[in-house]
């Protein structure tokens, strides 16, 4: 059991991804920085990010009158799959500490069709912020929560007596032994021991409520209406000093926090700084057939117009305003292209960038430069198995080549492709590691050419395998 403890609380905390520069101050130039350490290349879509989250930071500082009339300015995003446009999407969301939500275009419906509506997206990013902000203020309330639930763990382990004013000397013995429980939890040792606590049952009726427009739009919460029968009665349950430790401490949570204020909080957030990236945008362009699965493509677009241009939506949490919401869309475009949405939807994207395909120089540095690079990924994980495993740098521009050949031959996949290549290259290795005695393992290019070579060479076989 981990128990936090208030002399624990305040340790320095794990290291996030913006810089030590508050976010007023980063400029497009810093920003593009920081996406370099995860996103290799692509510098014109990198560019085009920075100056959109630069232009919130600018509004952020103009008169209210002037920031309500100023729009953020959608992207569209063109290339390939596996060239980094999710990522730098959820890697700016990271670095502005703002809510966001990835969403397939291909997955609504239009309106009268069975499937997810397009409103349903503000619905999910409403439900990524409120968590984001309770996880803050689980952070500020962290102390207090610990030291009460210590408290209140110390009551159950050592109940309070009915001494009289008189009974001084009973009272400090009291006190003398409950700072010596308290010493003993502390150090973990009553970690085994058993106590009765009073819990919540929480126990829903067996029963759901379909309507035509979906039960987050309903205005009435039966939770509310109906408190006695939802997760209000309590029964004692005997459970370990660590199990309850958990639970009080996770109880006490949720008493200090004000989840109406973090609700509010949460969805300003949204409505000021939130984005949503549109992935596969080029599936649902294009004119209709008429018949077929299709038939509604040109509905989506529609659908998807107002949410973009700015309307209000109904949530379970009240009115969403999506007038200063960043849209990121992104598709590959190989069928299609952009000119094909509806011209409304086109004007609402004013900003396009073309992400290119990454050749075998890119791979390189993806393998080896990044923050998370792969190369660190795989030594991490079979360091657990005590293996030291070591890439030379012709292996690492071996497997370059075998993956931009790859690519070339069959459908390019981008990145991805070297997911594929490592797990093959290193499957005789993390099969055997825990049995390996030798415990120093050398990648090079001849062994990367051993593994790889006579897959790629069949093309029937390397379209199974890689």
Known sequence: MAIYLPGKVGEPAPETEAPATGLDELTPRQIVSALDKYIIGQQQAKRAVAIALRNRIRRQKLEPEMAEEVLPKNILMIGPTGVGKTEIARRLARLANAPFLKVE????????????DVESM??????????????????????????????????????????????????????????????????GRLDDKYVELEVRERSFPAFEIVSSSGVEEMDVNIKDVLPGLFGQMKKKRRMKVSEAWEYLVQEEENRLIDMEQATRTAVGRLEQSGIIFIDEIDKIAGRESGHGPDVSREGVQRDILPIVEGTTVNTRHGMVRTDHILFIAAGAFHVTKPSDLIPELQGRFPIRVELHSLTAEDFVRILREPKNALIQQYTALLETEGIHLTFTDDAAEEIARYAARVNEGMENIGARRLFTIMEKLLDEISFEAP??????????????????ADIVKDQDLSRYIL
């Open 435 to 452: 049995d390996l005695r030798k415990k120093q393992v050398k990648i090079d290019a001849a062994y990367v050419h051993k593994m790889l």
């Open 105 to 116: 275009a291909s997955k609504y419906t239009e309106v009268g069709y069975v499937g997810r």
């Open 122 to 187: 503000i619905r999910d990013l409403v439900d990524v912020a409120i968590e984001m902000v309770r996880e803050e203020k689980l952070e500020e309330v962290a102390e207090r929560a610990e030291m009460n639930a210590e408290e209140r763990m110390l009551d159950l382990l050592l109940p309070p007596t009915a001494a009289g004013p008189e009974d001084a000397r009973q009272r400090e013995s009291f006190q003398q032994t409950r700072t010596k429980i308290r010493a003993q939890l502390r150090e």
